[in-house]
């Protein structure tokens, strides 16, 4: 059987710490462990970043808004994850999405004093740190620098998977066809053939207000 400690030791600011660094770390560290029924709010949108929060097990919803409301994006992540370590420093650190439980979920919550005083004197933790925060940086400036497409289905698909997290797993997109045309810059009529054709390929579903993706991955 899986225990905590296992499941700790897969997380990736751990993997690499040997057991009895890891031991002497739990030793010192006062964990938050937190259990959230299924609907429950984990983390809201705008609330302070002070501390590293866990998923270590079950499934949560990750809602992120744009500034002017005009688009949501849903995805759902399974355990074990880490919840926005690029927040934690900066100059803004205050979480940028919410995150609801979808299922029942187990987090753990790590103070940013003692990520400070103690998690960064260990090499391991340091580099698993950086490198976390810099893959997430070239990833999204690498998107900055994609070549254009004319496509217009192509271009959907792009700003769809732009706006996730991860491109795997099931994501819902909530836009007005009007709001989504103007953040596309093109006319209404010719977003909704595309995304019409995208749907007889069965690739997304529409619904009301609503683009369904079932697996992100295909998009690709």
């Known amino acids: 059987m899986e225990t905590m400690f296992d499941t700790l030791l897969q997380l990736p600011l751990f993997q690499g710490l040997c057991h009895e660094d890891f031991t002497n770390i739990l030793d010192k560290v006062k964990l938050h462990f937190f259990k959230h029924k299924a609907g429950e709010i ?19 919803s990750i809602i992120t808004t744009s500034k002017e409301d005009t688009y949501t994006v849903i995805e759902r992540i399974e355990s074990p994850y880490l919840i926005e370590p690029q927040s934690l420093f900066g100059m803004s650190t205050t979480y940028t999405s919410s995150y609801i439980a979808h299922t029942e979920a187990h987090t753990v919550n790590i103070s940013k004093d ?14 698993n740190y950086m490198n976390i925060i810099s893959n997430r940086a070239q990833n999204l400036y690498a ?22 997290e991860k491109p795997q797993g099931k994501k819902i997109f909530k836009a007005k066809m009007d709001d989504l045309a103007r953040c596309l810059d093109d ?19 529409l619904h009301r207000k609503e683009i369904l993706i079932p697996d992100a991955q295909k998009l690709l």
């Open 187 to 205: 006319t209404r009529l010719n977003i909704s053939k595309a995304l019409n054709e995208l749907q007889d390929y069965g690739l997304i579903e």
């Open 114 to 127: 003692f990520v400070l005083n103690d998690l960064f004197r260990y090499e391991i933790f340091r580099l």
């Open 42 to 60: 984990i983390i809201e949108n705008g609330s302070p970043c002070k501390q590293l929060c866990f998923l270590l097990k079950g499934e949560i």
């Open 143 to 164: 998107r900055l620098w994609e070549e254009p497409t004319p496509d217009l289905k192509s271009k959907i698909i792009r700003f769809l998977l732009s706006h996730c």
